[in-house]
């Protein structure tokens, strides 16, 4: 009884999967796998009613002595499945035909219904005292299932509590943050920058050119919150001039700005404001470009950025 109970709990985990690639739609895997689980299923139930029809055929005393030309009970009727019997029609064009998931859908669900049958049947003819000992079996299998899912609902019962924190703590997060552009390449999903170069390090020193007519910074709040813009710049262009302008304010404005060598710094600046809700638009105009005139090259370098950090929310306290 052990080894049929094994048995059997092996052949249904099998029929489970054939349903759960059904579910995923893998056909060719279910093609594959249908056969010989139809084959085992068959001699599964075969080898076992044959096995229990021979103590009937002996005579044991309690029942008459099975008539030797009597074929053996036959099992629960099967299915011949074949990858070829489960393509579809042939179609024009070289190939094979391709697989239908109608009839796998159905060979699938026969085959769950082979186990039912098999199973019911065996069942039948079994002496009253085994029938006892699988049934107990079954229950104690069918109590480990019920702890196993009792455990998946805990489990999934606090994934789902933990969700709305961690919700809460991403709204947190996204309305109270330090972001580095200078020290970080990537920038979180309510940032952005265009106008720049990488991030660029040496002899200790960090910065960031600025390139083209502007540095444009995209801000996305869930609400309306303080931002404190901190800056500072080294200038390779005389004459140079920067202009902030937020959401379309200018908030201040640097001109006459002479040209330094080495990243010297030119200016740092810390500017406050209120953002709004939804997108805001951080805008740097630095008209005067690189034309081979500090570098030999074309490249529009304009400004050296060697400080840029947008702090917003509970950040921009002191």
């Not at 002496?127 to 489990?155: D, M, N, S, Y």
Request: with cysteine; proline share 7%; hydrophobic share 40%.
């Amino acid at each position: 009884m052990k080894d049929y109970d094994a048995r059997c709990l092996a052949l249904r985990s099998r029929c489970d999967h054939m349903s759960r690639l059904v579910e995923a739609n893998r056909w060719e895997a279910l093609a594959l796998a249908l056969p010989p689980l139809a084959q085992d299923l068959g001699r599964h139930f075969g080898q076992v009613l044959s096995a229990l029809e021979r103590p009937r055929a002996a005579g044991d005393g309690t029942e008459p002595a099975r008539d030797p030309a009597k074929p053996l009970p036959e099992g629960p009727r099967g299915v011949a499945v074949s990858v070829e019997g489960l393509r579809g029609d042939a179609t024009e064009g070289p190939g094979e035909p391709p697989l239908d998931p109608v009839r796998l859908r159905a060979q699938a669900r026969r085959c769950t219904e082979l186990f039912r049958e098999g199973h019911a049947l065996v069942l039948s003819r079994l002496p009253e005292a085994e029938r006892k000992i699988l049934a107990g079996q079954a229950r104690r299998f069918h109590r480990a299932v019920w702890t196993v899912l009792a455990a998946c609902v805990f489990a999934t019962a606090a994934v789902l509590a933990a969700t709305p924190l961690q919700w809460v703590w991403q709204d947190f997060r996204q309305a109270n943050f330090v972001h580095d552009f200078v020290t970080t390449a990537s920038e979180p999903s309510n940032l952005g920058i265009s106008g720049v170069l990488g991030p660029e390090k040496e002899a200790g020193r960090r910065w960031r050119w600025g390139i083209g007519p502007r540095t444009v910074i995209t801000l996305e709040l869930e609400k309306t919150g303080p931002v404190r813009l901190d800056y500072a710049i080294s200038n390779p262009l005389e004459g140079q001039a920067l202009t902030l302008v937020v959401n379309g304010e200018v908030l201040a404005r640097h001109t006459g700005l002479s040209a330094v060598t080495g990243m010297a710094q030119s200016l740092h600046e810390s500017v406050r404001f209120q953002g709004r809700a939804g997108p805001n638009v951080i805008v740097f105009e630095h008209p005067l470009m690189n034309h081979f005139d500090f570098v030999k090259d074309d490249t529009p370098y304009a400004v050296a950025f060697l400080k840029l950090t947008l702090a917003a929310g509970l950040k921009v306290l002191p």
